[in-house]
């Protein structure tokens, strides 16, 4: 958990950071490679952009979660956030615990949500942030007790009510 910061430490430090990211995703690019293989696709895979359309990058991330002046290609286009609640499962939540201090909501999605190791990462940066709540969401691939100790500032869930905690 950093601050945003374009000085050439903060720039090694973002570095050094996508590497870490890297290892982590590299079985699923493994994945990739051998799907497109298997399907004949021509990818040169030492290009970073060798897989990004010509025509639109669409992301529901909101402009506001981004940080400010990457310079992301012309068909490059924010279109979150959906607040839409319909259809979604009611979700028993420890309202109670909610301390009123900024919220942060984390969660891995589909991706990489078995991955003990992201999650203990997780709890070690917000560990030391006093001024914040964290809402953990681990899934149903993760047992909670598991994770070792739990910071004082964050409640982990298997499963949270994600917009009703984005909204707040």
Request: hydrophobic fraction near 40%; include cysteine; charge should be negative.
């Amino acid at each position: 958990s950093c601050p945003l910061d374009t000085s050439p430490e903060g720039l090694n430090r973002n570095a050094a950071n996508l590497h870490k990211i890297g290892a982590i995703l590299g079985p699923i690019a493994e994945i990739a490679r051998s799907y497109a293989e298997k399907v004949g696709l021509k990818i040169d895979w030492n290009d970073p952009a060798a897989t990004v359309s010509k025509l639109a990058v669409i992301t529901q991330t909101p402009k506001e979660f981004d940080f400010p002046g990457i310079p992301w290609p012309a068909q490059f286009h924010y279109a979150g956030p959906f607040h839409d609640d319909e259809g979604r499962e009611p979700v028993l939540f420890p309202w109670d615990k909610l301390t009123g201090k900024p919220l942060i909501y984390a969660s891995l999605g589909t991706l990489v949500n078995g991955r003990y190791d992201v999650y203990k990462h997780i709890l070690e940066a917000v560990e030391p942030l006093e001024d914040v709540q964290v809402v953990l969401s681990v899934g149903k691939n993760i047992n909670p007790e598991n994770l070792g100790p739990i910071p004082s500032n964050t409640i982990v869930v298997r499963s949270a009510p994600q917009m009703k905690l984005l909204k707040r």
